[in-house]
C-alpha cells in the first residue's frame, strides 16, 4: 500500500526527493545522499541569488525557505531534506506546520552524530550567524543529552573563503584558528572533544580543521548521518524507490554559469545540467 500524508495525498515510491540549501554548499548533503540511497531520484533547489543565508534576518530566511519548499512541494517530491543549517535552524517548524510534505533537517542528524562521537559529551558547534543565534543545535543537543556541554562559535568568514575556492590557503587556516583555538587549547587542555561542522560548507574545509585541531579532538558533520535518518524514514515506511534509472535534477535561483562556476570550485567537477529558476514562483 503506497504511504499517504497527513494531508496530502498517496505518495509515490518513485517520485524524487527534494534538497534545498541556500546555494552550492548542500551539494555535500546531496552527494552523501547519492552514495548512502543509489535509486533513488533527487531534485536539488539552490537559493544561489539569495546565498549567503547565515547573516540574514531570521524572518528573512523564513520567507526564502517558505518559498524554496512552496517550488518543491509543487514538484510532487515525496520528501524534503532541508540541507541548509541556518534554514533549518530558524524556518524548520514553521515549514512543516506549512507545507504538506514531510521535511527532514540537518540539525537534528547533526546533533546526534556529534553526541555518537564525543566521549566526554563536550561538544563545540561552528555555523554561521544566523545558526549560533537561533541556539537550534544547542537545544537539539541539549533534547538529546541534557547534562552535554556546548560551545558554539559563528564562523562568518568561513563560506566566503569557501565560495572562493581557498579551501586550503593560509586564509582558511588563520580563520580557522581565530574560531577554534579557544575551545581546542584552552590552559587546561581542550573544552571540547568533538567538533560538529554545522554548516553546509565547513566539510570541505575538514581537513585544514583536522590539522588545527588535532588528533584529540573529533570532527563530524551532519551530511553522512542526515542521509542515514532518510534511509531510514524510506525503509520504515516502505518507500525507497525501486532499483532502476534514478533521475537528479539541479536547479539555482542564480544563473546556471555562476552555480556551475561555484559548484567545480567546490567540488572540482562538473556538474550535468542546471536549471535556472525564479523564487517565489509566481512574481
Ligand atoms: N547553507 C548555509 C548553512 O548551512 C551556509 C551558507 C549560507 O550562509 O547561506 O548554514
Not at 509515490?12 to 554548499?25: E, H
Amino acid at each position: 500500500m503506497p504511504a499517504s500524508g497527513d494531508r496530502g495525498g498517496p505518495v509515490r515510491r518513485d517520485a524524487p526527493i527534494g534538497v534545498f540549501d541556500s546555494g552550492v554548499g548542500g551539494l555535500t548533503v546531496l552527494k552523501e545522499l547519492r552514495r548512502q540511497l543509489p535509486n533513488e531520484s533527487m531534485l536539488y533547489l539552490g537559493d544561489e541569488a539569495r546565498m549567503p543565508y547565515g547573516p540574514r534576518p531570521a524572518e528573512e530566511v523564513r520567507r526564502f525557505t517558505r518559498e524554496a519548499m512552496r517550488w518543491l512541494s509543487a514538484r510532487e517530491v515525496k520528501l524534503i531534506v532541508l540541507a541548509c543549517n541556518t534554514a533549518t535552524s530558524v524556518a524548520l517548524e514553521m515549514v512543516r506546520e506549512e507545507i504538506p510534505i514531510p521535511i527532514l533537517g540537518v540539525v537534528r542528524p547533526g546533533a546526534a552524530a556529534a553526541l555518537a562521537a564525543s566521549s566526554k559529551r563536550a561538544i563545540g558547534v561552528l555555523a554561521t550567524d544566523g545558526t549560533v543565534r537561533s541556539g537550534a543545535y544547542v537545544r537539539a543537543l541539549k533534547d538529546l543529552d541534557p547534562f552535554v556541554d556546548v560551545r558554539q562559535q559563528a564562523c562568518p568568514k568561513l563560506v566566503p573563503i569557501v565560495e572562493a575556492g581557498e579551501f586550503a590557503g593560509p586564509k582558511a587556516r588563520a580563520a580557522v584558528e581565530e574560531y577554534v583555538g579557544w575551545m581546542t587549547r584552552g590552559p587546561d587542555g581542550p573544552l571540547v572533544d568533538t567538533l560538529l561542522l554545522g554548516c553546509t560548507h565547513y566539510p570541505l574545509l575538514r581537513p585544514v580543521i583536522g590539522d588545527v585541531v588535532g588528533p584529540a579532538v573529533r570532527v563530524v558533520d551532519s551530511a553522512t548521518t542526515t542521509a542515514f535518518a532518510v534511509r531510514e524514514v524510506l525503509v520504515s515506511h516502505g518507500m525507497l524507490a525501486a532499483p532502476g534509472r534514478p533521475e537528479h535534477r539541479l536547479f539555482t535561483t542564480s544563473d546556471t554559469a555562476t552555480f556551475r562556476r561555484v559548484a567545480r570550485t567546490l567540488f572540482g567537477e562538473d556538474l550535468p545540467a542546471v536549471e535556472e529558476v525564479r523564487l517565489p514562483e509566481a512574481a
